[in-house]
C-alpha cells in the first residue's frame, strides 16, 4: 500500500496536466480508465521504486560509514575502566614460626586511558583506500541508474511496438471482415463462386490469431514495464505516444561520441587506483611506526565497605611505542606481490573491457544507420502498398480483380506498415543502448 501512494504522488503531475487543459465543466468528471505515463514519467517512479537503484543508494551509505569508521583511527582511543577485588582468603606466608597474610579484604581500582597513532604510514594510506571505496560505490550507483534507464526505456518501446502491431493486425481484421461481408452479398446473389466465399471466410479466421498474440503482447510488455518500475501489478497502466512520434530522430545526424563517461571504464579505473592504493599499503607495512598512550589510574584498599574512608592513590604514565618491522617470514614481501598481479590483471581487464565497448559502439552505430533506411524505404512503401490495396478492393467489388489480388495487396500493405515499426522500434533500442555505453543518460548524484 506504502509503494502504491508514492506511485500515486509521483505521478500527480499526470493528472493536473490533464485536468488544467479541460474546460470546467469536464474537469468536475472523475478520471476513468488506466493510468497514463510517459517515459520521462516511468523514469521517474523507477528513480525511487526500483529495488536495484535503491539497493545502490543503500551500499553509498555503507561505505561512507565504514570511510567515517577508518578515519576515527587518527583521533585518540579513550576508555575508562574499574575494578573491584574482595579476598575471600588472603594469601599468607611462613617467617619464624609465624604465620602472616597479605593485602586488604577489599581492593578497588579505577582510571582512564588514551592512546593514538603518532607516526603510522599503513594507516594513512588507507585511508585514501577508504575515500577511493565510497566513490566507486558511488559509480556503481550511477551505473545502476544507467542500466534502469536501459531497460525501462526497452521497455516501454516495446509497448509501443506492440501497440503498434495491434492496431496493424486490427486493421487487417477489419478488412478481412468488410471483404467477407462483401463476398457473402455477391455470394448469394451467384455473382461469385463458393471458393470466393470460403476464401473469405478463412482470411477472417487466419486474421484472428495475429490479433490475439498482438493483443496478449501488449499486456506481457505492460507487466514487464511494471515489474521494472517496482510498482504492484495490478494497477490499471498504460503508456502515452506511439512510435511515430519519434519518426523526428531518424532525421538527425548519428553520433558515436567517446566512452570516457562510460561507467564500466570507469568503475575499472576506480579499481585499479584501489589496487595501486592497496599496493602502497603494502608496501607501508615495512615502514616503522610510532603511537603514544597515557593512562591514569587509582587505587584505594581497606578492610570495611565505607568508601568514605578509603585512602586513595593515584598514579600516572606515558608511554611511546616504536615498532620496528624486521622479519615476518616473508609474508609482506609475498602480499606486495600479490597486489602487484592483481593491478596487472586489472589493467589487461580494463583495456579488453574498452576493446569490446568500442566494438558494441560500432556497431550500435552501423545498426542504427541501416535502421534509417530501412525506414525510408518502408515509408515510401507505405502508401503505395495502401493505394495498390484500395484498387484490388475496388477491382473486386467491379468484377475487375480477384480476391487472390485483395489478399496479396493486404499482405504487402501490413509488411510495408510492420517493417516501418519494427525500424523505428529498432532505431530507439539502438540508440539508448548507445547512450548507455557513452554514459550519459543519467547525471552524477
Known sequence: MKRKNLFYALLAIVFATTVSAQTQESAKTPIEGPLVI?????????????????????????????????????????????????????????????????????????????????????????????????????EQARGSRIDMKEQISKAFYQILLAKDSYNVYKRVYDNAVENHKI??????????SEYDFIRSEVTVANAEPNLFQAENSIVVALWQLKALLGVDMDIDLDVKGSLADFEPLLTTQIQTGDLSNNS?????????????????????ANIPSLSASINYMMNAMDETMKISHY?????????FNLNIPIFSGGKRRAEI??????????????????????????????????????????????????????????RYEVGGGTLVDVDNSQLQYTQAELSRSTAIYNYLINQISLETLRGNNVQNN
Open 38 to 138: 510517459t517515459l520521462e514519467e516511468a523514469l521517474q517512479i523507477a528513480l525511487s521504486e526500483n529495488p536495484t537503484v535503491k539497493i545502490a543508494d543503500k551500499t553509498i551509505e555503507t561505505k561512507k560509514y565504514a570511510k567515517r569508521g577508518t578515519y576515527a583511527a587518527l583521533w585518540p582511543e579513550i576508555s575508562a575502566s574499574a575494578t573491584y577485588q574482595r579476598y575471600i582468603e588472603k594469601p599468607s606466608f611462613h617467617i619464624m614460626g609465624q604465620t602472616l597474610r597479605m593485602g586488604t579484604t577489599n581492593n578497588m581500582s579505577g582510571g582512564f586511558s588514551a592512546a593514538m597513532p603518532v607516526i603510522n604510514a599503513q594507516l594513512w594510506k588507507s585511508l585514501k583506500l577508504s575515500a577511493m571505496d565510497v566513490e566507486l560505490a558511488v
Open 337 to 394: 606481490k600479490q597486489a602487484k598481479i592483481s593491478l596487472e590483471t586489472i589493467q589487461l581487464q580494463r583495456e579488453n573491457a574498452e576493446r569490446q565497448l568500442r566494438t558494441a559502439m560500432m556497431s550500435y552505430y552501423s545498426n542504427m544507420q541501416t535502421n534509417v533506411k530501412q525506414f525510408n524505404a518502408s515509408a515510401q512503401n507505405i502508401a503505395q502498398a495502401k493505394r495498390g490495396y484500395d484498387i484490388a478492393v475496388k
Open 311 to 319: 585512602r586513595w592513590m593515584s598514579s600516572s604514565t606515558a608511554l
Open 264 to 284: 564500466t571504464l570507469k568503475q575499472l579505473e576506480i579499481q585499479e587506483d584501489m589496487l595501486l592504493q592497496s599496493l602502497k599499503v603494502k608496501r607501508a
Open 183 to 192: 463476398v457473402e452479398k455477391k455470394y448469394k446473389v451467384g455473382s461469385v
